[in-house]
């Protein structure tokens, strides 16, 4: 059973740009969850998603956002890029109850000049 | 004050020894996570708990639910077992995880 796969792993952006990254979730999970992972605050959730629509959202600037489609799969976009959302972005996928264990990718690394 | 604390920030150890690492929650969860951050970014999900304790081969973690704290403990540690160890918890009808600020551990031969 193939495990979350994101796209792409690394991603070079110049400031005021905007950037799209991809979550295909395991097969049959329905919930998919973006976290954002920095040396000075950590790991903080984004938004999560279930069955295209958006359950919850963290404390983010509107320039965040996500979707997700009917094959679960999920886009966060990050538009008028700062340096300071230079991060690992990594999404987790689950079957979407409140105890169902999450299931983590590999993360994108964005690095904005 | 972080919802969820985690103690030590760092630990290093020699190989063989019994590491703990401490987790301490001051909010309503509904499962607890521990995680596993190697270098390069990918975690892991360890273990996920709601009460009482798991154990999966050398890692045993436990969840005391009336005091709200959790421990993680490897047994006959390994310097593959070198990486940042993250205690996250799903708050009690939220669907989003909060997480402690890891546990850097090295494990030296």
């Known amino acids: 059973k193939a495990g979350v796969t994101q796209t792409p792993r690394y991603l070079i952006k110049t400031r005021g740009q905007q950037v799209t990254l991809s979550c295909s979730p395991i097969s049959g999970h329905r919930s998919v969850s973006w976290y954002q992972q920095t040396p000075g605050q950590g790991l903080q959730f984004l938004f999560e998603?279930?069955?295209?629509?958006?359950?919850n959202k963290g404390n983010f600037p509107g320039r965040f956002s996500g979707r997700q489609f009917s094959n679960s799969r999920s886009e966060m976009n990050v538009s008028t890029l700062e340096l300071g959302d230079s991060a690992l972005y990594l999404c987790?996928?689950?079957?979407?109850?409140?105890?169902?264990?999450?299931?983590f990718g590999q993360g994108t690394r964005l690095t904005v000049v | 004050k972080n919802e969820v604390e985690q103690s030590p920030q760092n630990l290093t150890a020699q190989e063989g020894e019994f590491i703990t690492i401490n987790c301490s929650y001051s909010v309503g969860i509904s499962a607890l996570h521990w995680l596993q951050q190697h270098p390069g970014g990918g975690i892991v999900s360890l273990f996920m708990?709601?009460?009482g304790k798991k154990k999966h081969g050398r890692l045993i973690a436990t969840i005391n639910i009336q005091e709200k704290h959790s421990s993680l403990h490897i047994t006959a540690s390994h310097p593959r077992d070198s990486a940042v160890y993250i205690c996250a918890v799903k708050v009690q009808g939220a669907q989003k995880l909060v997480f402690g600020q890891g546990t850097r551990l090295t494990i030296n031969p």
């Open positions: 987790a996928s689950s079957l979407g109850g409140a105890e169902i264990e999450a299931f």
């Open positions: 998603y279930f069955s295209e629509t958006q359950r």
């Open positions: 708990l709601s009460s």
